[in-house]
């Protein structure tokens, strides 16, 4: 008869690694199953121009709990900002403009300004009812400021670099965001995208998944789990089984909807999973010639392909700069020429010598990027889930009750997956993350 395991975790990510690490450092059988050839999801450290570069999720802050405590966990505590801008363009209303930036912070300000009454307690999501906004979209809620064309344009750049379509998004998930670092969309993108890690990402996982006891099965995609009220069995796409008492599905929602999950998930969880995550950007790295002057720019998704630009890095003797891009399909990314354009919008000689970027939306185990869930969703079907479904216990950067879409987020809701299915395993009545 084959192993039956405490717990399978199924993903890698940062979420995948926490939980699995934290139950088998307590003593628990786990089998953690990766789709791919490598660990660490959607955080992805390659060897890229030369060097080492984060082609997925990069930065942390010491703000954020998790990821701080995990860093000084394995002596990694060691970020470095950017270089520091000298000036930022942003493009509105057709034109690019140098001088709007506290103009475009107090416009923010007022997207946002009741972000700390929607949401007191971020660690309650649901303290207080905001059934008035579930289904407002980004875009509702910038046309409610009544803004010119300029006006509404500088937000729109300033949520550029995390949006993939405004009209797409719900606005509860970013004023969340917001109202967790403390009513701050300033705070909110310095604890997102500022400080990396020196040597990348992957130092992270490693380090995490060094200190697990966890079995490892890397090139294992699962397709079905079948929880039968006293254990759950899990098929693979290559046909074999996985028998265990409990298991955490610490996946994307873009792919955690092509398995199938019986006893079925309630409705609100499957229109989720249905709906999907409509982020299909991406991160661009592009090396150009020389010590350029650091810059940044803002430009409104859908106006522009590259979306948040920021001069991050010398590069021997040229310049690294990192691109958010919003849609992916915008640009060709290894189009050098199309990529000089865009950028040229901003710093009229800029040189492009290379570029390296990393696929995530044709990538069968990702289907997509960050998380920035459509209206509804964040007040319902991610707060459903983390609920647990019987033995099937849930995890993600996508569903996380704090920091969602970030690596602490990932983390977070990795570790308190890891207490549910304790819980469950000890016989315990579940305490329900909401
Ligand atoms: C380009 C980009 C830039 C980002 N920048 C930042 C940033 O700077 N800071 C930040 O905090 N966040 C950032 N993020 C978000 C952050 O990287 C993710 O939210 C986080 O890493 C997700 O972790 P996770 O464990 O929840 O999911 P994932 O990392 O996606 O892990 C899920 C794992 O499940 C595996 N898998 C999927 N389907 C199956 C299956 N059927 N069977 C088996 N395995 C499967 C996948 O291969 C993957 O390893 C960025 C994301 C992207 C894409």
Redesign the pocket.
């Known amino acids: 008869m084959s192993k039956v395991y405490d717990t399978v975790v ?7 690694l926490v939980a699995a690490r934290d139950l088998s450092t307590r003593g628990r059988s786990v089998l953690l ?4 050839d490598r ?5 992805f450290t390659d060897t890229a121009l030369g060097g080492q570069l984060d ?6 802050h010491w703000t954020q709990p998790n990821a701080w405590t995990e860093m000084e966990r394995h002596g990694l505590e060691q970020v470095n900002p950017p270089l520091e801008s000298k000036t930022l363009y942003q493009l509105a209303d057709g034109k690019v403009h140098t001088t709007e930036e506290a103009r475009t912070y107090e416009l923010v300000g007022k997207l946002f300004a009741d972000a700390r009454k929607r949401f007191p307690l971020p660690f309650n999501v649901g303290a207080v009812d905001n059934g008035d906004i579930n289904d407002q979209t980004l875009e509702q809620r910038i046309d409610s400021l009544q803004l010119s064309k300029h006006d509404s344009d500088l937000i729109k750049g300033a949520l550029g670099g995390l949006v993939h379509n405004y009209a797409m998004h719900g606005s509860t998930q970013l004023l969340f965001a917001v109202a967790s670092n403390f009513g701050s969309y300033a705070a909110e993108l310095e604890t ?2 500022t400080w990396c890690i020196t040597g990348g990402m992957k130092k992270l996982s490693d380090a995490i998944q060094d200190e697990s006891r966890a079995e490892l099965r890397l090139s ?4 079905k789990i079948t929880d039968s009220g006293s254990g759950v069995t899990l098929s693979t796409s290559n046909g074999t089984e996985i028998q265990a008492k409990t298991a955490i599905l ?3 929602i873009n ?1 955690m909807r ?2 199938t999950i019986t006893p079925s998930l309630p409705p609100s969880v499957r229109k989720m999973l249905a709906d999907g995550n409509p982020v299909r ?3 661009l790295w592009v090396i150009v010639r020389g010590h350029v002057e650091p810059f940044s720019a803002m430009a409104p998704a859908g106006q522009h392909p590259l979306n948040a630009v920021r001069v991050e890095k010398r590069w021997g003797d040229n310049t690294a700069i990192l691109c958010m891009i919003s849609d992916s399909d915008s640009i060709k990314h290894d189009d050098h020429e199309a990529v000089q354009k865009a950028l040229r919008l901003f710093v009229p000689d800029i040189e492009v010598i290379d570029t390296a970027w990393y696929d ?1 939306n044709g990538d069968e ?2 289907q997509g ?3 920035m869930h459509r209206p509804r969703h964040f007040l319902e079907g991610a707060v459903q889930i983390r609920k647990g479904h019987g033995r099937i216990s849930f ?4 569903i996380a009750a704090m920091a969602p ?6 983390m977070n809701s ?1 570790a308190a997956a890891a207490v549910q299915v304790e819980n469950i395993l000890n016989g315990q009545k579940i305490r329900p993350k909401v």
């Open positions: 199924v993903g890698a990510g940062m979420a995948g199953v990766e789709g791919r660990i660490g999801g959607r955080t082609l997925g999720g990069g930065y942390v997102a995208g294992t995609a699962i397709t610490a996946l994307p792919t092509h398995i950007g991406s991160k995530w185990f990702s990027g960050w998380m995890a993600g950067a996508d879409c970030t690596i602490d987020g990932a990795g």
